[in-house]
């Protein structure tokens, strides 16, 4: 269905506002999606993607780092990676070079949640399962492309 059907507006200012629009209305799409997956194991899309980065990342980060790293840089790192503490999936402990900083690591409990998850990834692939691999390839350098104009224009 298009985006003019799914939101039930007909008329946008140009071709571009319609394009963002669209974006929009898919990203939040995409995210309710990815946490009907995530609800299973009790942890948000936000608490998965920084378990991701500290399983590959294969060293322990700093909540700087983790947010340089993240997929929604908006998040608060800090207050997610405290509540992964109190499910003991991340462990932290203060950074020997900079009394300061904290250094964040995956527990073993943590990695066995995400290798619980890994059958559920290829359905989570699903969802962009309409396109065929030179239009992902085509998206992935549409939307690359839009922020790059961005930051070049900033």
Known sequence: MGISKEIKQTTFRS?????????????????????????KEDITHQQYNILRILKGSGTPLSTLQIRERMIDKMSDTSRIVERLLKKDLANKVVCLHDKRLVDVTI????????????????????LVAGLNQQEAEALNELLDKMREHVKVAS
């Open 15 to 39: 071709e571009n506002h319609k394009a963002m629009v669209n974006i929009i209305f898919s990203s939040n799409w995409l995210i309710e999606r990815i946490k009907n997956f995530l609800e």
């Open 107 to 126: 527990t073993q409990k943590g990695l066995s949640l995400l290798e619980r998850l890994e059958p559920n990834i290829k359905e989570m692939d699903s």
